[in-house]
């Protein structure tokens, strides 16, 4: 197995670029939603990015998962929508390493109600927990399922693999959307940055340099290097024609890249109480995969 966790990695990386250069950051989860599911051996995946409780939480869905959960009443949804055993565990302050189910609850897991409702509604039986490695309160992140045996260490240690990587584009999706938000006038910033030939990733440095953010605190932000910002930050001069931080963050209000500074609302990379929340709750919410 040692030579199908090497394509694996490989995979992931190529996986990471991919995503990492989607404009659309409503495309990027269910990206990565359908490699995640295949890579760590599971048949469906569901991904929630804000508060999951039995009434409420907008959950994502695999392409797999959007056919297979249409086949759920409100009440087995809600069974699945409790996080058993996961949300307890994490919850708990107990690390954020993924898990299967049947690891974490042992004997407890096959007779439990969210055994009963995968085996009977769905014909699954097993649930390996993806955790975004960062995540607090609420804890968000994924959950993959497949029918027959348990996860093996291998399909683990991919979930391990993956983190990192949907840490950062959840990030990357994040700071997407609040830069929509933030424009000044709709598609307005989103053209500007096509005429400037910047990159989706050069658009998220570009909006934490604003705030006057170090490389080292850009790079923790992103996860990547400070090295690799400063590579960004070469790029966003270049193409903005700029030699320096502040010169480039009034060339960019000026190109409407970024919205001027304004003290009646909160700046790129100082959302709003509400904005900083990883997603918009919505009551009883299921996202299905952008076509």
Known sequence: MVHGLDRAYERLTELAVAALNEREPERLWPLLAEAVT????????IYKLDDWSEGKGTLGLSPAAAETLDRLGGEALGVLRSGYPFAHHYEA????????????????????????????????????????????????GCLVYRSGADFT??????????QPLLAAVEQQRRLLEQWRRSSAAPGGAEESAADCALTPREITVLLLLTDALTADAIGRRLGISARTVHKHVENIYRKLGTRDRLGTVLHAQRLGLVPAPDPARPGPGRPSAAARRPGNPMDGTVVRPAQ
């Open 153 to 162: 260490d291998d399909h683990v240690r991919i979930a391990e693999r993956a």
């Open 38 to 45: 295949g890579l760590c051996g599971g048949e469906t995946l």
């Open 93 to 140: 302050g107990l690390g954020r390493s993924p898990v299967t189910a049947r690891r974490l609850a042992g004997r407890g897991w096959p007779v439990s109600e969210t055994a009963r409702v995968l085996g009977d509604s769905l014909d699954l039986h097993e649930v390996l927990a993806l955790p975004l490695p960062g995540s607090v309160a609420p804890i968000t």
